[in-house]
């Protein structure tokens, strides 16, 4: 089984930066992507972003690209997500989860481990 504890989530003004970590224990060797979703009231899971471990190639959803960045520190086995220029409609449940497969996929069904979520709340 493999273990994720996230940490980094608060509360931040508009244009505002957090960054996100997903630290990583347990049988990580199944893991082969992994990827940040978020869940705001009310609404379904969304995919944020996801990296491969193998080459470090990364895919972001256009609602956060070029203001959020996946990252994984392969020494801390620990996986981040720096997310700059912040909006409240960023507000959102933050979940990490782990991917068997080497596909960038953006399903969440595809994930087989999931952290216990951290709160992103940003005021406007």
């Known amino acids: 089984q493999v273990q994720l504890v996230e940490s980094g989530g608060g509360l931040v003004q508009a244009g505002g930066s957090l960054r996100l970590s997903c630290a990583a224990s347990?049988?990580?060797?199944?893991?082969?992507?992994m990827g940040w979703f978020r869940q705001a009231p009310g609404k379904e899971r969304e995919f944020v972003a996801a990296i491969r471990r193998s080459d470090g190639e990364t895919y972001h959803a256009d609602s956060v690209k070029g203001r959020f960045t996946i990252s994984i520190d392969y020494a801390k086995n620990t996986m981040y997500l720096q997310m700059n220029s912040l909006k409240p409609e960023d507000t959102a449940v933050y979940f990490c989860?782990?991917?068997?497969?080497?596909?960038?996929?953006?399903?969440?069904?595809?994930?087989?481990?999931w952290g216990q979520g951290t709160q992103v709340t940003v005021s406007s």
């Open positions: 347990g049988r990580t060797f199944s893991t082969y992507t």
């Open positions: 989860a782990t991917n068997p497969s080497g596909r960038l996929q953006v399903g969440p069904s595809s994930y087989d481990y």
